[in-house]
């Protein structure tokens, strides 16, 4: 069969989805990038937020037109969406022939042949090479998304998670990867559905992630990218205290790699063995992602998130004491239930203080089977779009002031492709820059066929944007 996929959502969803790629392939089956000749359909969906619900539905009923008029015999449907309405999809989208959720990654080889859901399924509440990524969303369709309040509570939460000897295929660019050191979240914060979805937290023995961090820096794979729920608390659910600082130090020694980067890191389990091996290890990368999402003490109480205003300040002093240079990335909601004025002039004061290199804002969305989901979401829409806006100004203002004092400075890049800009333009990022979700450098002055996807080259730092960089090469 000829199987065409599309990974929506965040990096965790991509490996899943290169998962059921590997797993596909290992099975004999051809992978297509046009969506149009393919026999079998995958759309691997989320289910985050209302935007990234309507995103989903909108690919599936898109993709569920090429079964009705194009070479598409079997549509499948996975992913965190498939595990929150199961049911309803079927129901209101009956040109899907299989829904797997997301402790069903493995059952993808029976769902492309099979001629109905996988037995015993459990009812349960970015272009890439070989993927399809969408990232906007296509023509809306509302009346068939799947009404609020009627998703089932999971029996049984997702317990699956792969390790270095499943088959995976990369979706991204051969220079970098995402490994999943974890799965599932134990917290209980009040807006987020990902524990339903997920399930609880379960690390991977690190024999596992090492032996898969070198079988991808054999295959070319130069920065690996560490990825969980919560990333830092590694190994803290198998009682192995300082396990993700030990895991830092053994993927140091790996040959082959060059940047090891950490993302999703969570404020109270942060802790000095961490941060000491971010210092020493020279392949670890100074960059620390680490969503707060509030800074006045109310609302973070009322998001049940367990760190305060002090504590946070006091928190990212130790960061930036412990390493020097570090890069600090996070993100904000605005627009939570019983948000104030005051309380996002609080924020806007703590992104003053901070002086973070990276912000992400998003506001808030009223998601059933959160416990918000009980308290009136009274931000109107207006609001909400209005705070983000005005946090996001302040956040502009204040890079544009950090990056115009780096011109001049000449520092170590490494080459993502060419840049849609112009032909003779090339995308790049520095080790304080992240793939697809931070700022980047646009290199110049060079011919791109010197300089290959995956080059590290040093440059001189020549201009400054409202976020991006411009160098030349030295």
Same mark, same amino acid.
């Given at each position: ?5 599309? $990974? ?159 088959? /995976? ?58 990825? $969980? ?66 800074? $006045? ?24 004491? /412990? ?76 890079? /544009? ?63 400054? /944007? ?9």
């Amino acid at each position: 069969m000829k199987i065409g996929l599309i $990974s929506l959502g965040c990096p965790k969803n991509l490996v899943d989805s290169e998962v059921m790629l590997g797993l596909a392939q290992q099975a004999g089956h051809e992978l297509t990038q046009d969506a149009a000749s393919a026999d079998v359909l995958v759309v691997n969906t989320c289910a985050f937020i209302d935007k990234a619900k309507q995103e989903s539905i909108d690919t599936i009923l898109e993709m569920a037109q090429l079964k009705t008029s194009g070479a598409c015999r079997r549509l499948i449907v996975t992913g965190c969406m498939a595990e929150r309405y199961r049911d309803e999809l079927k129901a209101q989208i009956p040109e899907i022939d299989a829904v797997l959720g997301t402790g069903e990654v493995p059952e993808i080889v029976g769902a492309i042949g099979a001629g109905c859901v996988v037995p015993g399924a459990v009812q349960s509440a970015s272009a890439a090479p070989l993927a399809f990524h969408r990232s906007a969303p296509g023509t809306q369709h509302h009346a068939r998304h799947p009404a609020p309040g009627t998703q089932h509570p999971a029996p049984v939460l997702p317990t699956y998670l792969y390790d270095a000897d499943t088959p /995976r295929l990369l979706a991204t660019p051969k220079h970098y990867a995402y490994v999943k050191i974890a799965e599932g979240c134990d917290y209980k914060c009040a807006f987020c559905i990902i524990p339903k979805l997920r399930g609880e937290y379960r690390s991977r023995p690190s024999e596992s992630i090492v032996r898969e961090a070198r079988a991808l820096a054999a295959r070319g794979v130069k920065e690996l990218l560490l990825i $969980s729920q919560d990333t830092t608390f590694y190994g803290i659910d198998r009682n192995e205290r300082g396990a993700l600082a030990r895991l830092l130090r053994e993927l140091n020694t790996v040959d082959g790699l060059e940047w090891i980067r950490l993302l999703y890191l969570y404020p109270t389990t942060i802790d000095d063995d961490t941060l000491a091996a971010m210092a020493e290890c020279d392949k670890v990368c100074k960059y620390i992602d680490l969503p707060l999402q509030h800074a $006045s003490n109310p609302i973070l109480k009322k998001m049940k998130r367990p760190g305060t205003r002090q504590g946070y300040d006091a928190l990212l002093s130790r960061i930036r004491e /412990r390493v020097p240079g570090v890069a600090l990335r996070t993100t904000f909601i605005v627009g939570f239930p019983g948000e104030t004025d005051a309380d996002v002039a609080e924020l806007s004061a703590f992104i003053k203080d901070h002086a973070f290199d990276h912000v992400g804002v998003f506001t808030y969305s009223h998601e059933e089977g959160t416990s918000a989901y009980a308290v009136d979401d009274d931000v109107p829409a207006a609001a909400k779009a209005s705070r983000r806006a005005r946090v996001m100004g302040l956040q502009k203002r204040l890079a /544009r002031e950090r990056l115009r004092a780096r011109v001049g400075e000449r520092t170590r890049v490494i080459v993502d492709g060419p840049s849609s800009e112009h032909e003779l333009i090339l995308r790049a990022r520095l080790a304080t820059q992240a793939p697809d979700i931070d700022a980047c450098v646009y290199l110049t002055e060079c011919d791109p066929s010197t300089y290959r996807t995956g080059a590290f080259v040093d440059v001189e730092i020549v201009d400054a /944007r409202e976020y991006d960089l411009v160098a030349r090469p030295v």
